[in-house]
């Protein structure tokens, strides 16, 4: 799919990759090192994916929060999200899954 920005990412975006699916840092970060998880298969709901998507996004996830810690110990905890349906806030309508570092002190409330 031409138009979509998750089908054809550039290679010198991906910062990590798993079989089914690629990882990048957000263009528009909530915090630094905000990451999305992103199938390679163009599916526009989490509830397309497939197992072994589903496998890939949670090794990734994984992955990418250790290295994170690892890189700033000031990151204490991560919001793991989706944004399913123009409802819900999806602007791409590629699944993708948001990685968000969180550090004391960043929001006033960070009560879900």
Known sequence: MSSCP???IPKDRVIA???P???V?????????HSLIIPRRHIASF????AEEWGAVHSLAEELAKRLQAEDPSVQGFNL???DGRAAGQTIPH???HLIPRRSGDVRKPRG
């Open 21 to 23: 699916c690629v990882a």
């Open 17 to 19: 990759e798993n079989g």
């Open 47 to 50: 509830r397309e994916m497939a």
């Open 25 to 33: 840092r957000d263009h528009y970060p909530v915090s630094p090192g």
């Open 6 to 8: 998750f089908c054809d």
């Open 95 to 97: 699944v993708h899954i």
């Open 81 to 83: 999200g989706i944004n």
